[in-house]
């Protein structure tokens, strides 16, 4: 949620710097954007509403400077305007301040600098953080006084400042991410990775509760102390190229199709450590997965293939919901977060709290060196590489295969569950040709005017159903729910009218004949019968072949409606990479 970027060094083009770094994390927050810049010893402005992947920076290049901050915006506080866009300045224009998170005691900070007589320009809680460090500045150093601001600051927050008189950013983090990049004598300090992947693979970590600042070289201290701490630097693995388009139109079909690699990259793991990490769930006194959204679908998911697979049993619970479910932890408990990102706001709170009843914790992220990463007891890194499209997918099936596999090895059968999985891996990338494409086109021309459709599935393919549901929300903005097959005579079908598109998930086992049966009920009241199946049926209207995965069956199923969700945006002529109202990372609660 929203992205924040900053440069310092001896390129004179620092401006244009931060607007092609924005360009990168635009996936972030994209209703409006800003950079400033340093002219001599004040500050230069630019803001603009809407997307900036629409601004040609060769068109208009920004003056030179060496020193500048960015922004790209996901509006927490006050509209979407240039006023409260990103980055505010003080009254003397020498200091400007870009965030990301939100600022809780905002209010009471506010009404005391106005008392001060400060004039605010706009509705945001981040113009507080700027006069209250200007006030600061009265009578501090900058870095003590940024010292001091911060530690009167409440919430979560990422921000980065730069003074233009002294040349200096000063950045530091309290719940959402923040990475300084090490390029030659020049320094960068990005939300994520891709801000500066062109310029430089050596990064930084900034830890919760630290601050940076950067002039000759950044020096890193602990908020509350003040403290110098050292840092190491480390060299990342991603190529620049992974974090772009390519030949692609859009990153969410290139992500898609990137899964006849991704479940490969993802069971690469060591044998010993998933054995170990599957001797911590056989031991645990309770193991709870948690994730937010997408994530939350895939631990539902797993839940039944511990069951299945494992014999064993797993809890579920939504990250925004978990704290109220803390009485039952106990030392010995096991929380396993599942998150793309690391860096979601409500799964790093339950976290905080697993952490503070003794819990162990196993994250199943993507994003190495986030913020789940660090806090976590074990984790286990999916490899799938950038994901930027908002809407997940790589990351969702390579995370089901990690669970499966963590799953198999809980029952002492890692390698029949890596065969598994490669098989999988193998179907995946048979499927994902230009004729599946052209035939799942053919069906979202068809459905493309609908207002509402469905989606049912049993077992394993229920929580696939509902995942299948937010793809075809967030993109296609068409109301898409998902229902346990056999849930629909209790209320739901109530919604089927002549034509009503409902997607079935069938896999080829012992829960066939019942969703089957769903889907019969279905179209006998009107509805468009949409099977996702392994094998066709009459009462199919359309049917998507997929593969027989077996116990991969969730990995495979979710994948044409992955595909379905991507043409139907293009179809109504969304931005399926930027959905409306959405943003990759949401880390804010
Ligand atoms: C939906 C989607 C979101 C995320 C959720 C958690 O396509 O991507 O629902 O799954 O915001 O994000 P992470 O996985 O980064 O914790």
């Given at each position: 949620m929203c992205g924040i970027f900053a440069y310092s060094?001896?390129?004179?083009?620092?401006?244009?710097?931060?607007?092609?770094g924005l360009?990168k994390l635009e996936y972030r927050g994209?209703?409006?954007?800003?950079?400033?810049?340093?002219?001599?010893?004040?500050?230069?402005?630019?803001?603009?509403?809407?997307?900036?992947?629409?601004?040609?920076?060769?068109?208009?290049?920004?003056?030179?400077?060496?020193?500048?901050?960015?922004?790209s915006?996901?509006?927490?506080?006050?509209?979407?305007?240039?006023?409260?866009?990103?980055?505010?300045?003080?009254?003397?224009?020498?200091?400007?301040?870009v965030h990301n998170g939100?600022?809780?005691?905002?209010?009471?900070?506010?009404?005391?600098?106005?008392?001060?007589?400060?004039?605010?320009?706009?509705?945001?809680?981040?113009?507080?953080?700027?006069?209250?460090?200007?006030?600061?500045?009265?009578?501090?150093?900058?870095?003590?006084?940024?010292?001091?601001?911060?530690?009167?600051?409440?919430?979560r927050y990422a921000v980065l400042?730069?003074?233009?008189?002294?040349?200096?950013i000063v950045a530091a983090r309290r719940g959402s991410p923040l990475i300084v990049g090490v390029g030659?004598?020049e320094y960068f300090v990005a939300s994520d990775i891709p801000a500066f992947l062109e310029h430089t693979r050596k990064v930084m970590y900034i830890d919760d509760n630290e601050m940076v600042v950067v002039?000759?070289k950044p020096h890193f201290y602990e908020l509350?102390?003040?403290?110098e701490v050292d840092k190491r630097v480390v060299e990342i693995d991603w190529e620049p190229e992974s974090a772009e388009?390519?030949?692609?139109?859009?990153f969410?079909?290139?992500e898609?199709?990137e899964?006849?690699?991704t479940?490969?990259r993802a069971?690469n793991q060591k044998?010993?450590e998933i054995?170990?990490l599957?001797?911590?769930?056989?031991?645990?006194?309770?193991?709870?997965?948690i994730g937010c959204?997408?994530a939350?679908?895939v631990?539902?998911?797993?839940?039944?293939?511990?069951?299945?697979?494992?014999?064993?049993?797993?809890?579920?619970?939504?990250g925004?919901?978990?704290?109220?479910?803390?009485?039952?932890?106990?030392?010995?408990?096991?929380v396993i977060a599942v998150s793309q990102s690391g860096e979601t706001a409500d799964t790093l709170e339950a976290l905080e709290?697993a952490k503070?009843?003794?819990?162990k914790v196993l994250s199943i992220i993507n994003v190495e060196g986030s913020t789940m990463d660090r806090m976590s007891d074990y984790a286990i890194h999916i490899k799938a590489g950038p994901e930027k499209a908002v809407?997940s997918?790589k990351a969702t099936?390579s995370q089901?295969?990690i669970?499966?596999?963590?799953?198999?090895?809980?029952?002492?059968?890692?390698?029949?569950?890596?065969?598994?999985?490669?098989?999988?891996?193998?179907?995946?990338?048979?499927?994902?040709?230009?004729?599946?494409?052209?035939?799942?086109?053919?069906?979202?021309?068809?459905?493309?005017?609908?207002?509402?459709?469905?989606?049912?599935?049993?077992?394993?393919?229920?929580?696939?159903?509902?995942?299948?549901?937010?793809?075809?929300?967030?993109?296609?903005?068409?109301?898409?729910?998902?229902?346990?097959?056999?849930?629909?005579?209790?209320?739901?079908?109530?919604?089927?009218?002549?034509?009503?598109?409902?997607?079935?998930?069938?896999?080829?086992?012992?829960?066939?004949?019942?969703?089957?049966?769903?889907?019969?009920?279905?179209?006998?009241?009107?509805?468009?019968?949409?099977?996702?199946?392994?094998?066709?049926?009459?009462?199919?209207?359309?049917?998507?072949?997929?593969?027989?995965?077996?116990?991969?069956?969730?990995?495979?199923?979710?994948?044409?409606?992955?595909?379905?969700?991507?043409?139907?945006?293009?179809?109504?002529?969304?931005?399926?990479?930027?959905?409306?109202?959405?943003a990759k990372s949401v880390t804010v609660?």
């Open positions: 060094g001896p390129n004179k083009k620092a401006g244009d710097i931060i607007i092609s360009k994209y209703d409006s954007w800003g950079v400033a810049y340093c002219k001599d010893d004040k500050v230069d402005l630019m803001k603009k509403v809407g997307k900036i992947g629409e601004f040609n920076v060769k068109e208009n290049p920004l003056p030179e400077s060496t020193l500048a901050i960015g922004h915006r996901w509006a927490t506080h006050g509209g979407v305007t240039e006023a409260n866009a990103h980055p505010h300045t003080d009254s003397e224009e020498k200091i400007a301040i939100i600022i809780e005691n905002y209010r009471e900070l506010k009404k005391e600098l106005i008392e001060k007589g400060y004039e605010f320009k706009s509705e945001t809680d981040t113009e507080t953080i700027v006069h209250l460090l200007s006030d600061f500045c009265k009578t501090n150093d900058f870095i003590t006084a940024a010292k001091l601001t911060l530690q009167k600051l409440k919430g400042a730069i003074k233009c008189d002294e040349q200096k030659e004598k002039n000759d509350d102390t003040g403290k388009k390519g030949d692609f139109e859009h969410m079909i290139k898609i199709m899964q006849k690699d479940i490969y069971i044998d010993d054995l170990r599957a001797e911590e769930i056989k031991g645990a006194f309770g193991t709870t997965l959204g997408t939350a679908k631990c539902h998911a797993a839940s039944y293939i511990f069951s299945k697979v494992a014999k064993r049993h797993v809890n579920v619970v939504v925004s919901e978990f704290p109220s479910y803390k009485d039952f932890l106990k030392e010995k408990s096991l709290v503070e009843k003794g819990a809407a997918t099936t089901l295969a669970l499966t596999l963590l799953a198999y090895a809980c029952n002492d059968e890692l390698v029949e569950g890596k065969r598994l999985l490669i098989e999988a891996a193998g179907m995946i990338n048979d499927m994902l040709n230009p004729r599946y494409e052209e035939h799942i086109q053919t069906l979202a021309e068809k459905i493309k005017d609908f207002e509402s459709m469905y989606v049912i599935g049993k077992a394993v393919n229920y929580p696939m159903a509902l995942e299948a549901a937010i793809k075809l929300q967030e993109v296609s903005y068409i109301h898409a729910e998902g229902f346990a097959g056999g849930e629909l005579k209790h209320g739901p079908i109530a919604l089927i009218s002549e034509g009503t598109p409902c997607i079935a998930l069938v896999a080829n086992d012992e829960t066939r004949t019942d969703v089957i049966n769903n889907a019969t009920e279905v179209k006998a009241r009107g509805g468009y019968i949409i099977g996702v199946s392994p094998e066709n049926d009459d009462i199919f209207d359309y049917w998507i072949k997929v593969p027989d995965g077996g116990n991969a069956s969730p990995i495979i199923n979710i994948i044409p409606v992955q595909l379905l969700a991507y043409k139907l945006a293009v179809l109504r002529q969304n931005n399926p990479d930027m959905p409306r109202n959405l609660k």
